[in-house]
């Protein structure tokens, strides 16, 4: 105990306390280097952060060591810059060589600046996601299936990049798939990992599309290897199945124009005088997201096929 105290007492009092201070200042070499370090140090996270982060504190260390170099004349305090600069420099070459190995094409770039960039997914999550689906986009021609009811097996996700997709179900339309929405959530969303199914509707292209798909398989082994990647697309499902029910909600209607809600699934109250209360329904089958209602009534009670 008394060789500790005897240590910390040498490292505090043996050393010699500044008496006097320097009335001049440093020059502005040196201001400009901690000017550099505070900048630098308010970067942000992913690529370009980096860049910026590395850029500034290089630069920083940089003027640090030509300060070092040609007012204090300390050949430490220089070797030390000079030893940072140059593992900054290291870093930011590093990184710019990871920014441009990340390039997609074109449709690839734009659905990242449309639809994942605004989310804050970084480009490196983005380049998995898109390795899974082997970068490729698939064109569907005019009046071209992507689906048939009661016939094609569901066993991939897929995303309309450009074009406008039909669902009907028996030869009736119930809505269209635009761009940035998924062709299958519904279908997607159906099914656990393990079970299969066919679709029970039809998708047919009304114009040329382009469209992105994931293979079932390979996409469920990416989300077992990054669950935050699972956790994007079950939440880009469940806004894409939410955008169709409301799709089909405008379409349906409860008697003399009044408009059937989707929140109230099991009972909608219509106030009329000349027709009597009817007992709500309390048993709703469920169905795919994309089934029409076949028999609405007064009260709003329905059945799905």
Request: hydrophobic share 40%; proline share 4%; aromatic share 16%.
């Amino acid at each position: 105990m008394g060789e500790n105290a005897s240590f910390w007492e040498s490292l505090i009092y043996a050393h010699p306390t500044c008496t006097t201070w320097k009335q001049e200042a440093e020059g502005s070499i040196y201001h400009l280097a901690s000017i550099l370090f505070v900048v630098g140090f308010m970067g942000g996270s992913g690529f370009f952060g980096l860049l910026y982060v590395f850029s500034l504190l290089g630069l920083g260390f940089l003027c640090s060591s030509v300060w070092a170099w040609l007012d204090v004349c300390a050949a430490d305090i220089f070797s030390w810059n000079f030893i940072l600069f140059a593992i900054c420099f290291v870093q930011f070459i590093y990184v710019t060589y990871q920014v441009r190995s990340v390039s997609f094409d074109r449709e690839f770039q734009e659905l990242y600046s449309a639809l994942f960039q605004p989310l804050g997914i970084s480009l490196t999550v983005y380049r998995k996601i898109v390795l899974c689906c082997d970068a490729e986009v698939v064109t569907l021609e005019k009046e071209h299936c992507y689906a048939m009811q009661g016939k094609t097996p569901i066993d991939k996700l897929s995303l309309l990049v450009s074009g406008r997709i039909r669902v009907t179900v028996d030869g009736e339309f119930l809505h269209y798939i635009f761009p940035l929405q998924f062709l299958d959530s519904p279908e997607w969303d159906s099914l656990r990992p393990t079970e299969e199914g066919i679709f029970q509707v039809t998708l047919t292209a009304e114009t040329d599309c382009r469209y992105v798909a994931w293979r079932r398989k390979k996409l469920y082994l990416l989300f077992a290897k990054h669950r935050f990647i699972s956790r994007l697309f079950s939440i880009l499902i469940g806004s894409d199945i939410a955008e169709k029910l409301y799709a089909l909600n405008d379409r349906v209607h409860v008697g003399k124009g009044f408009r059937y809600d989707i929140r109230l699934p099991n009972f909608y109250h219509v106030s009329l005088p000349e027709t009597p209360p009817v007992q709500p329904s309390h048993h709703l089958q469920r169905g795919s997201p994309r089934r029409k209602p076949t028999g609405v009534t007064n009260c709003g009670s329905f059945s799905t096929q």
